[in-house]
């Protein structure tokens, strides 16, 4: 059973930084996207960064391309999103998301993967 527990959010002032981590249990063999979306009150799902464990990694929220990466360590199978230089239209709650693949490209819309974060974790950014 796929099982994806995120981490690492916090409240940091403008400019901060934070890491966020994704540790994926219960997942069958073979290629696989994990993302990250963040979700905003009043605001759409945004997908923001995803990564395969064959090596491509994708940064999809334009206004964070300069500021966001993200990296999969495939031996502990964990999905890290560092966000540097932080706004408050970063503010938000994190998910993970998780999808089985057959070639080494993602999506950026949360609806394509099959399995989504439960609790999340809060990025408050103040001004």
């Known amino acids: 059973q796929v099982r994806l527990v995120e981490s690492g959010g916090d409240s940091v002032q403008a400019g901060g930084s934070l890491r966020l981590s994704c540790a994926a249990t219960g997942l069958p063999s073979g290629r696989f996207c994990l993302g990250w979306y963040r979700q905003a009150p009043a605001k759409e799902r945004e997908g923001v960064a995803a990564a395969t464990n064959v090596g491509t990694n994708f940064v999809y929220a334009q206004s964070a391309k300069d500021r966001f990466t993200t990296s999969l360590v495939s031996a502990k199978n964990t999905l890290y999103l560092q966000m540097n230089n932080l706004q408050p239209e970063d503010t938000a709650m994190y998910y993970c998301?998780?999808?089985?693949?057959?070639?080494?490209?993602?999506?950026?819309?949360?609806?394509?993967?099959?399995?989504?974060g439960g609790q999340g974790t809060q990025v408050t950014v103040s001004s």
């Open positions: 998301m998780y999808r089985p693949i057959s070639g080494n490209s993602c999506h950026s819309n949360p609806d394509w993967y099959s399995h989504k």
